[in-house]
């Protein structure tokens, strides 16, 4: 099997503290950039499965950097530089301890929810006999709380947000209309590609500055979902599923084996051929994503090249 990164040790000059996150580890260096590495880990249900997938920390990272860019005119982000294809340094923040979800379809967790009998999600009502996959009325936000590793995020209501004081009511505002803005640029990005951005999440922090700012993940398969736009009505009338672009397939291989991140059940055996199946679709959707080729980056040595190139980064930042 290639070469995968699961976990990182560096020790780079000025780090202050290391972090790891569900699939990436993010290294503070002198309380004022963070250098943030996509691993090649995968979660689902928020939990880490025990083998990582090649090349999907270059995937997600590459992804995340094009739409950093194609979105910065419209909303500020953290992004300095990408020294490295698993690698994104960025200002330090503090980050919001809330998920901005956005969904304009009934799918996923939200479709789950609606099957179950539930009409309203984070106090936002949802209309009467909707099929799952359809296209909402108009986009709704659901956020979640932000949970730690191992943990479930939990749907919260925006009323339950301001009353806890998790963000104030001056700051949510602006999520809220950053949210929206974010998901109508990824919206029309995804039309030009045939896909349909079907719901997302974003995250956000401030700057020293006091300026809130886009972090982490944009538009990824891991944080969104996308159907093919190419015969979606009719596959909707039809009562099919969805021809889709996200790692809900994971998902769904997890629930036919038995497993959805509850207690006292067992995640299943990740064979080689399924690992390189999985590794095989996270190209996939780079490439109808972005609409370009994936070039695979060298992974003889995937963390000496990354200490190599964060290396020769934070000497030359130092120099500016």
């Known amino acids: 099997m290639s070469n995968t990164i699961t976990t990182t040790d560096f020790n780079f000059p000025g780090q202050k503290s290391l972090y790891h996150g569900k699939v990436r580890e993010v290294y503070n260096i002198n309380d004022d950039i963070l250098v943030m590495i996509a691993t090649d880990r995968l979660s689902a249900f928020d939990v880490v499965l025990p083998k990582g997938i090649t090349y999907k920390g270059q995937i997600l990272n590459q ?14 982000n953290w992004l300095i530089a990408t020294p490295d294809p698993n690698v994104a340094v960025g200002h330090l923040c503090e980050p919001f301890k809330v998920e901005m979800v956005i969904r304009g379809y009934l799918a996923g967790h939200a479709a789950r929810e609606y099957a179950a009998g539930k009409r309203e999600i984070c106090s936002v009502k949802l209309p009467e006999g909707l099929k799952e996959n359809d296209k909402l009325p108009e986009p709704i936000i659901t956020p979640t709380t932000k949970a730690d590793l191992g943990d479930h995020d939990a749907d919260i209501s925006r009323e339950a947000i301001l009353s806890q004081g998790i963000v104030t009511e001056e700051d949510y505002l602006v999520l809220e209309k950053y949210t929206r803005a974010l998901y109508q640029r990824g919206t029309e990005i995804a039309d030009s590609r045939g896909l349909i951005l079907v719901d997302t999440k974003y995250e956000f922090g401030k700057t020293k500055d006091g300026v809130i700012v886009l972090i982490d993940e944009i538009h990824t398969p891991d944080s969104s979902r996308y159907f093919y736009a190419d015969g979606f009505q009719a596959r909707q009338d039809a009562g099919q599923e969805q021809k889709q672009l996200s790692k809900e397939f994971v998902r769904r291989w997890l629930m036919e084996n038995g497993f959805q991140g509850k207690d006292g059940q067992s995640i299943p055996e990740m064979s080689a051929e399924y690992i390189q199946t999985v590794s095989d679709r996270y190209i996939e959707l780079y490439e109808n994503i972005l609409g370009e080729k994936f070039v695979k980056a060298d992974i ?4 000496a090249r990354i200490e190599k190139n964060v290396l020769q980064f934070l000497t030359s930042y130092e120099k500016i």
């Open 300 to 303: 003889s040595d995937i963390n």
């Open 63 to 76: 992804i995340a950097t094009k739409f950093m860019e194609l979105t910065s005119d419209i909303v500020p």
